[in-house]
C-alpha cells in the first residue's frame, strides 16, 4: 500500500510539481520510520521547510548548488561556474547555513562551511531546506537556515534500478545510478555519481575559462535491518572524491587545483518501545582537502578532521498530542593539517524538545540546547515556536530562537593567526509566517529578523597579520515568500513555482549591505504536461550585489533562463528523455567579480528506471 | 626634482639670454606634458583575485585623481598591482596576480605596452643598463624556481631569467649593481644577491638577517631591514637592521632589536632612516649609533588598522591604510616629526607610493 502511494504520488510529482511542500501529518508518521532525520519533521512544524521533489532534481545540474539556486529563496555565490559555491541564506554567511546529513551536521570544521558544488544532489532521495534557526536540534551553523540530505529505508519488497545520464556542452557528463532493493526484514539503496566537465567555455571578452575542469565521484549506500519488529539497524556511507581546477578570472591566470576527499558513516540502532523511540547512533566522518597552488607540480598543502561522534535520541510520545524528545550527543574531533596545529576537541552537548498539538489547528514547539566543550565558552540555545490554522486558507507560525555558529579549527588553530579565546556566534531571531492555500494555490510570505551576536572576523592587526575576533554585530532581516500553483484541465497540466527574498543585511554602525548578499533575489519556474510530454521554463533574477564593504563596487543584477522539454516513454519503469537550453537568452553576467559565467550552452538528459 | 629641473633650464636661459639674446624655445628641453607630470602615484592592490587593482594620483597642487590607469586606458589595471618603478619616460606596474608588467608613460598614463609573458608571480622592478629587473616567486610552494626576469627595455620582452635563492622581494640599482632582497616566501630569507647588469649573473651574496623585508641605498651604504623570523614559524627571532658598505658588499655593521620585534618598511629622507614596527613609526640618523628606543608617533591616532604602504619623501610620511582591505583605502600624509597634515581616501588596500618628479 505504500509502495503504491508512493509510486502514484511519485507519478504525481513527476508530472506536475516542481516544488511540494512539506508533507501534511499523516504523511509524516509513515515516513519517521524511512529515515534517520526524524526532527525535520516533528519539530519543525513552526518553520518553513520546503521539499525538492525529483523531477525538479532530474531537471537541474547535479550540484546542490544549482538546484538550491535555481528553486530556492537562497542566494549563492559561486566562483564560476562548479567552483567554491557558497550559500548566504535570509542574508547570513556560509558559516551560518548547515547541511545535515541524515541528521548529522557536515559542514567542514576547517572553514564552519559547506561547498555546495561537492554535494550531488542525485545521491539522495530527498532534500529538503529548513528556514530559520535550528541549532537547538542541528547545532553550529544554522542560523539562516538548514538543507537537509536524506536517504530512506523502506522495508517492502523492492527492486528498483534508476540510470540517469546526462551530456552537455562543454563536454560536460553526469552519470548517476541508484539501485534500490529492499524486502520485509532488509532494505537497502545504493547511488553511485559520477560528473565531470573541461568547463572551457568563453567570456564575453573572448578570453576561455582555463583550468575549469574538474571531475568528481560519489558513493551513497544506506543498509537496513530489522531485527525483529521492534528493533532496527541503519548504516548509511557516502564517500566523495573530487578533483577541480580553480579557473583563471578575467584578469589572472591560474594553475591552482583542489581535491577533496570526505567519507560520512553512519550507524544506527533504532528501538520503538512502546511510547519511546530510542536511536543510538555512532558516526564517523572524515574530510581531507589537498590544495595545489600549481597542479604542475606535487607541492600542496591540507586539512584533515576526523570526527567522532555518538548520539543518543530518545524520543517519547506523552500523549496523542505530545512529543518529547532528548538529544544527547558527543563529538571528538581530531585535525591536522599544513597550516593549522594538530588539535583535539571535544564537544558534548544535551538538547530537550517538546511538540504539543494542543488542537488540531493549534500546536506549539519548544526546545532548549547546552553543550559542554574546552574549545569554547557555548551559550544557552532555545527555540520556541507555533502555528495556529486561523482559517482554512489561512495558517499562522512564529518561531523565535537562539542560534550559534562555533568557532572553526581554521578560526582557532590557524598558525600565526589562529585565536583559542573565541567564541561562538549567537543570533536571536524570530520569524512571522503566513501560509495560504487557496484550491491549487499555496502562498507563504515569511517576515523574519536575526540579530548576530560576537560575529567572528578575520581582521588585520596593526601587523598586518589577521586574525579572527568576535569583533562585529549584525543585523539581517527581510521576506521571503513562495507561490507554487498547479492545475490539471484533462489531460494537461500546469505548474508555477516561484519564489521571491528582499534581504537586508547590515552590520552594526554602517548602513551598507554585506558584501554578496543580494537584496533582491528571485526565481519562477513554469511547466507544462500533457501526456508524457512535458516543457518548462525557469528563470532566476539575482539582484546586485557589492563586493567592496563601502558599497563603492558592485556585481550586477542579472537574469539567466533555462528552458527545456522532456518525453517519458513507457517502457519498464519509464525513460525520460530530455533536452535544455540553459541561459536561453545568452545573459553576459558574473556572479562574483571578475568570473564570468557561461553563455547559452546546451544539456540532454536521459532517466531510465526499470 | 620637476622644480629643480625648473630652476636650471630657467637659470640657463637665463644666462643664454644674457649672452647672445636670442628666444631660448630651441635650448630648453621640452617641459613633460601630461596630467600626471607633478606628483605621487599611489599603487592600490585591491583584492586578490578580483582584478580591482587602481593607480591613484595626488598632484603637487593637492588633487587626488582615483583610477587613473582604467580612465586614462578604458581597460582595468589587472589583478593585485603590487608596484611600480620609472625609468626614463616610462612608468612600469607590476600586476602580481596578473602576471604582468603594464608599461605607461608617466606623464600622460597612457599605455605603452605590456610585458606579459617571462613573468611568473612578480613582485618589484629596477632599471640598469636598458634593461629591467624584475624578481618573481614563480610557484610559492617550490622554493627551488624563483628567479629575476631581464627585460629588455627597448623590446619590453624578457630576454633572461636569473635563478636565485628562494623569496626575491625588494629590488633596487645602486652604483650600476641590482640588490635583491631574498625576504622568503615559503621559507625565510637570509640574504642579499647583488647581480651584475654587465653580465647578467650574480657576483655576490650578502648575508644578512633573517626575512630581509625591506632595503634603501644611501650615501653608498645599503640598509637593509630584516623582519626576522615570524611568531609562528618554528623559531621566532627579533629583527635586525644590516648596514652594507656597497663599495665591497660587505655588512659593515649590524643592530639587533632587543625583545621580540619584527619590524618593516626602510625609507630614507634627509639623513634618516625611516622603519615602521606595526603601527609605530621610527626615525634613526645614519650617523647613529643605535637604535631608537621610542617611536616619532603612531598611526593608531587616525585609527588606521596598520601601515600597508610607507614612504619618507619630500619632508613628509606617507602611510597607506588598507582598512579592511575591502573598502577605500586611507592615506595619510605627516610632517617628519608626525602632525598629521592630509588624510586621502584612495583605492582598496593602497601599497606603496611613487613620486613622479
Known sequence: MIMALRKLGYIFLLLLCQYVCAQTDSITQLKEVVISDTQLKDFSKSQQVWQLNDSIINRSPSSLGAL????????????????????????????????????ININS?????????????RDFDEVSVRAGGGSVIYGSSAIGGSIHLNNELRFKDTFDNTLFLSYGSYNTQGLNYKLNVANKKFSSSFAVSRNSSDNDYEYPSGIINENGQYYNTSLNASFGYKLNEKNILRLYSYFYDGDRHFSRTVSAPSLSKYKDYNTRNLLEWMGIYGKFTSKLKAAYLTENYKYYARYTNDNYTFGEVKTYIGR????????????????????????????IDNKNREIASGSLLLQHSVTPKLQYEAGVRKEITNAYESPLLFSLGGSYQVASFYTVKLNASRNFRIPTYNDLYWQ????????????YQGELGN??????????????YIRMHDMLRWVPGSDNIWRPENVDKAKTYGIESVLNWDKKLGNHHFTIDATYAYTVSQRDGSTNQLIYVPFHKATAAVGYSYKGLGFYYRHLYNGKVYYTSDNVSQVDAYNVSTIGAEYQFK??????????????????YENVRARPLPGRNYTMYLNFKF | MKLNKLILSAFAGALFLTSCSSDDDAITEPAPTGDYVNGMFIVNEANYGAGNSTISFYSEEGVLSNGIFASVNGFDLGDTAQSMGFNDDLAYIVVNYSNKIEVVNRYTFESVATVDTGLDNPRYIAFENGKAYVTNWADPTDTEDDYVAVIDLSSNTVIASIAVAEGPENILEENDMIYVAHKGGYGYGTTISVIDPSTDAISTTIPVGDVPNAMEAENGKLYVICGGAPSWSSAETSGELYVVNL?????ETSYAFSGMVHPSNASIENGTLYYTVDAAIYGMSLTATTLPETPIFSVTEQGAYGIYGFKAENNKIYVGDAVDYNSAGNVYIYSLTGDLQQTLSVGISPNGFYFNN
Do not use: C, H
Request: aromatic share 10%.
Open chain 1, 416 to 427: 600565526g593567526s589562529g585565536n583559542p579565546n573565541l567564541n561562538p556566534e549567537t543570533s
Open chain 1, 109 to 121: 570544521q576547517l572553514n564552519g562551511q559547506t561547498d555546495f558544488n561537492i554535494i550531488n544532489t
Open chain 1, 312 to 339: 543518543y535520541d530518545l524520543a517519547y510520545q506523552v500523549t496523542d498530542n505530545i512529543k518529547l524528545n532528548t538529544l544527547l550527543n558527543y563529538t571528538v574531533n581530531k585535525g591536522k593539517g599544513s597550516d
Open chain 1, 68 to 103: 538550491l539556486n535555481y528553486n530556492t529563496v537562497i542566494y549563492f555565490k559561486e566562483n564560476g561556474l562548479g567552483m567554491v559555491s557558497s550559500p548566504s541564506f535570509r542574508g547570513t554567511n556560509a558559516q551560518q547555513t548547515a547541511v545535515i546529513w541524515n541528521g
Open chain 2, 247 to 251: 663599495a665591497d658588499n660587505t655588512v
Open chain 1, 571 to 588: 517502457f519498464l519503469g519509464g525513460l525520460t528523455v530530455g533536452a535544455q537550453v540553459r541561459n536561453l537568452w545568452a545573459e553576459e
Open chain 1, 435 to 448: 501560509e495560504f492555500r487557496v484550491k491549487n494555490i499555496k502562498l507563504t510570505v515569511t517576515g523574519y
